[in-house]
């Protein structure tokens, strides 16, 4: 799936759930980055308040449910860098992709 797939599907995501008030970016590492706030996700590498360092197989899983953000986390698959409670607060975007 490319990044402006994401964006489109997470922004859809962040309008069901009533956005996010703080600003978060999924780095892909080398495939790039998804940065959102409010209602509009975007292809990105802008700085944000949160930063999610996840490899795109394993964030294509969680935004599936194929994965639980927990066990992510727990495991090193998913590492968050900055305001931890903008990573926490995303479990009703994720619920809506």
């Known amino acids: 799936m490319e990044n402006s797939e994401i964006a489109a599907k997470m922004s859809e995501a962040l309008s069901k759930s009533g ?7 999924f780095d892909f590492g080398g495939e790039g980055a998804v940065w959102a706030q409010g209602t509009e996700a975007k292809v990105s590498d802008d700085e944000a308040d949160c930063t999610i360092n996840v490899d795109k197989a394993d ?3 969680l935004a599936n449910g194929e994965m639980d953000p927990m066990m992510a986390f727990m495991s090193g698959k998913l590492k968050v860098a900055g305001d931890m409670s903008v990573a926490m607060g995303l479990q009703s975007v994720f619920s809506n992709m």
């Open 19 to 25: 956005g996010i008030d703080k600003s978060v970016k």
């Open 59 to 61: 964030f294509l899983a």
